[in-house]
């Protein structure tokens, strides 16, 4: 009679950890996480003729960003002293409208707490990107690189370099601007600016896997962004890990779980126990 209880609350504790788990990788792969900016050493006045062309631009962002995932914008072109600006956003390319405005909606008001004042700035972050700058640059060539990030972990095992390689490989194909792949425990997604020409998104995606493996070598997980594209990839399990403190709040949140579900259920053993005796 007792083996029913102890199946009960491993059932419970069963649901309540795979909660848990399934709570924190939607977490972790968050489109408003931040990712990086860039901001201009230089500053702009407050009430000037470009503040409102800049303001002007980034409801423009927003407007836009909830039908259609890549957009360019001009803003005062027509004013005078230096009023124009000019700006881009791009969502991730599976992100649907709603998605895609609310990353871009979060984008702008990061990048006026992380840039205040910037005459010129950008900030990428999980699910979107956002740039504007008082010079047109759009449509101009551009493969500097603005961000890398290498995983400490590393691995020179043949079959996650191969998977690694191959992964990569495929990536280089994603002329059509948004791409993922997988090859046996790797991931990798790319992406490029929608104003890429195919010829030139390929060239871009070949440049940032050439700096990727050049800087990164067997790292488990890497980034490169470009100006105009990005290429990633991580081992399975490795990538999508959350921030130290989610870490310690889950873990702290499963330990009073379990501490319960443990008193639970020598709760319900002892009540078992009672009921034999008086039986």
């Known amino acids: 009679m007792m083996h029913r209880p102890f199946r009960a609350a491993g059932a ?15 977490a972790e792969a ?3 996480t931040f990712i990086y900016a860039g901001c201009s050493p230089s500053k702009y006045q407050p009430g000037t003729p470009f503040e409102a062309s800049l303001e002007s631009l980034l409801t423009s962002f927003a407007n836009a960003a909830p039908n259609a995932g890549y957009s360019t914008f001009t803003a005062g072109a027509n004013g005078t002293g230096g009023a124009a600006a000019y700006g881009l956003y791009q969502c991730r390319g599976d992100l649907d409208g709603g998605d895609c405005a609310a990353c871009v909606r979060d984008a702008v008001g990061q990048l006026g707490q992380v840039c205040p004042a910037a005459s010129a700035a950008s900030l990428q972050l999980e699910g979107c990107y956002v740039r504007y ?17 290498c995983s400490t972990s590393t691995s020179s095992d043949g079959g996650f370099l191969g998977s690694r390689d191959a992964v990569l490989g495929d990536l280089q194909q994603g002329a059509g601007g948004y791409k993922v792949a997988s090859s046996g425990s790797v991931r990798g997604v790319a992406q490029c600016l929608g104003d890429l020409a195919a010829a030139d998104c390929t060239a871009c995606l070949a440049q940032a896997v050439g700096q990727l493996k050049g800087t990164c070598g067997t790292a488990l997980a890497a980034d490169v962004y470009l100006a105009q594209c990005y290429v ?4 399975d399990g490795y990538y999508f890990r959350p921030a130290q403190d989610s870490q310690d709040d ?4 499963l330990a009073i779980v379990v501490g319960i579900l443990a008193g639970l ?6 009540v078992s126990f009672l009921r034999k005796t008086c039986n």
Not at 265 to 270: E, I, T
Request: aromatic share 12%.
């Open 12 to 26: 419970v504790l069963a649901a309540v950890v795979a909660g848990l788990v399934c709570a924190a990788g939607v």
């Open 250 to 253: 889950v873990g702290r949140t």
């Open 232 to 235: 990633r990839y991580w081992a």
């Open 30 to 32: 968050g489109t408003g």
């Open 265 to 270: 259920a020598l709760f319900v053993v002892f």
């Open 133 to 149: 700058d008082g010079s047109n640059f759009v449509g101009a060539p551009d493969t500097a690189m603005v961000y890398r990030k």
